[in-house]
């Protein structure tokens, strides 16, 4: 397997890519390098060690824990979750099932716009008020898009309903389910819920622009949720993708249902139940972006072959990510 390290080196340097890349075939890097600053005022350089946001990366790690609760009879993929929502977000329509919600097809509506500028301030009121998905109701009331099951629609909306679910189904906060049910038994040490008022020195500040010291920390919830906000780092996701794979956090026959595309669902991008599909049958996906935040990791289970970008700055990624993925598409594993 042909890897061009200095390559892949150059286009993260030519690009000012800020964050941390690994590249990784069984025991064997072929790439671990980091770029850029964790924190600019003091001059704190990224490490392959550093924690960096996963912005919407983390919505696989709340699949994973309905999924689990599906595992424990607890929760049934094709249960309407107006059992679980109760009288909230009435807008919902009550046909919508946990399977809908995972694979973008509730066809609810969105309280996010994911097209707005990387600056833009997006949610209502505080960000320290956002720490739970119960404090995301209010948003989420609002009309349906689609009839359920008619069309793949991406949706943060939907997986916040998600997160709601699984915390009052279980009787666990959510970030403590997820910490139990995935980060657990994945042996994931370094990736956590992290306050941005609190962040570790571990951890990377995510940037508004080059050459800035302007940080996200006034644009994104003051603590990660359902939709997405977890922290990581590139060695931590490739442990995750080894314990998914290995059935060591659901079962086996979820992992199958997990990694099948959704019905229906975009067919130049596919996705499953909590997973992009780039290449069904045989690719995985985590993707985020946000302000200050992008990443992407793919892995091949075939080939024992994982590749993950974390960035600490807006739109810094998108040219190593498609660098890899290029070079991912050349590498024969069918």
Same mark, same amino acid.
């Given at each position: 397997?042909?890897?061009?390290?200095?390559?892949?080196?150059?286009?993260?340097?030519?690009?000012?890519?800020?964050?941390?890349?690994?590249?990784?075939?069984?025991?064997?890097?072929?790439?671990?390098?980091?770029?850029?600053?964790?924190?600019?005022?003091?001059?704190?350089?990224?490490?392959?060690?550093?924690?960096?946001?996963?912005?919407?990366?983390?919505?696989?790690?709340?699949?994973?824990?309905?999924?689990?609760?599906?595992?424990?009879?607890?929760?049934?993929?094709?249960?309407?979750?107006?059992?679980?929502?109760?009288?909230?977000?009435?807008?919902?329509?009550?046909?919508?099932?946990?399977?809908?919600? %995972?694979? @973008? +097809?509730?066809?609810?509506?969105?309280?996010?716009?994911?097209?707005?500028? $990387?600056?833009? =301030? &997006?949610? !209502?009121?505080?960000?320290?008020?956002?720490?739970?998905?119960?404090?995301?109701?209010?948003?989420?009331?609002?009309?349906?898009?689609?009839?359920?099951?008619?069309?793949?629609?991406?949706?943060?909306?939907?997986?916040?309903?998600?997160?709601?679910?699984?915390?009052?189904?279980?009787?666990?906060?959510?970030?403590?389910?997820?910490?139990?049910?995935?980060?657990?038994?994945?042996? %994931?040490? @370094? +990736?956590?819920?992290?306050?941005?008022?609190?962040?570790?020195?571990?951890? $990377?500040?995510? =940037? &508004?622009? !080059?050459?800035?010291?302007?940080?996200?920390?006034?644009?994104?919830?003051?603590?990660?949720?359902?939709?997405?906000?977890?922290?990581?780092?590139?060695?931590?996701?490739?442990?995750?993708?080894?314990?998914?794979?290995?059935?060591?956090?659901?079962?086996?026959?979820?992992?199958?249902?997990?990694?099948?595309?959704?019905?229906?669902?975009?067919?130049?991008?596919?996705?499953?139940?909590?997973?992009?599909?780039?290449?069904?049958?045989?690719?995985?996906?985590?993707?985020?972006?946000?302000?200050?935040?992008?990443?992407?990791?793919?892995?091949?289970?075939?080939?024992?072959?994982?590749?993950?970008?974390?960035?600490?700055?807006?739109?810094?990624?998108?040219?190593?990510?498609?660098?890899?993925?290029?070079?991912?598409?050349?590498?024969?594993?069918?």
């Amino acid at each position: 397997m042909d890897f061009d390290s200095e390559a892949l080196a150059g286009v993260a340097t030519e690009n000012g890519f800020t964050g941390a890349i690994r590249v990784q075939v069984g025991d064997r890097r072929l790439f671990d390098d980091a770029f850029g600053l964790a924190v600019r005022a003091h001059g704190i350089p990224n490490t392959t060690q550093t924690r960096f946001a996963m912005a919407s990366g983390s919505k696989t790690f709340t699949a994973l824990a309905v999924l689990s609760l599906v595992a424990e009879g607890v929760l049934a993929l094709d249960d309407p979750v107006r059992r679980w929502l109760r009288e909230d977000v009435p807008q919902v329509d009550d046909a919508v099932t946990l399977r809908h919600l %995972l694979g @973008h +097809t509730a066809g609810v509506g969105e309280y996010l716009n994911d097209d707005a500028d $990387a600056d833009a =301030y &997006l949610m !209502p009121g505080s960000m320290h008020s956002y720490t739970s998905p119960e404090d995301f109701i209010a948003l989420l009331d609002v009309p349906m898009l689609a009839a359920p099951g008619s069309r793949f629609e991406y949706s943060n909306g939907g997986f916040v309903l998600l997160g709601l679910v699984a915390q009052r189904a279980a009787g666990t906060r959510y970030q403590d389910l997820v910490r139990q049910r995935v980060f657990g038994p994945a042996a %994931l040490a @370094h +990736t956590d819920f992290l306050r941005s008022d609190e962040l570790p020195g571990s951890a $990377a500040l995510g =940037y &508004l622009y !080059p050459d800035s010291q302007r940080s996200n920390i006034f644009h994104l919830p003051i603590e990660g949720s359902a939709d997405g906000g977890a922290y990581t780092t590139v060695g931590d996701i490739r442990r995750f993708w080894l314990a998914l794979a290995a059935g060591a956090i659901v079962p086996s026959e979820l992992v199958e249902q997990m990694t099948t595309p959704a019905t229906p669902h975009d067919p130049g991008w596919p996705y499953g139940l909590g997973l992009w599909l780039p290449t069904p049958g045989g690719v995985w996906a985590m993707v985020g972006a946000d302000a200050g935040v992008e990443m992407m990791s793919e892995h091949v289970a075939a080939l024992d072959l994982t590749w993950t970008v974390l960035a600490n700055e807006s739109d810094k990624a998108g040219p190593v990510m498609r660098h890899l993925r290029l070079w991912r598409e050349g590498v024969p594993y069918a």
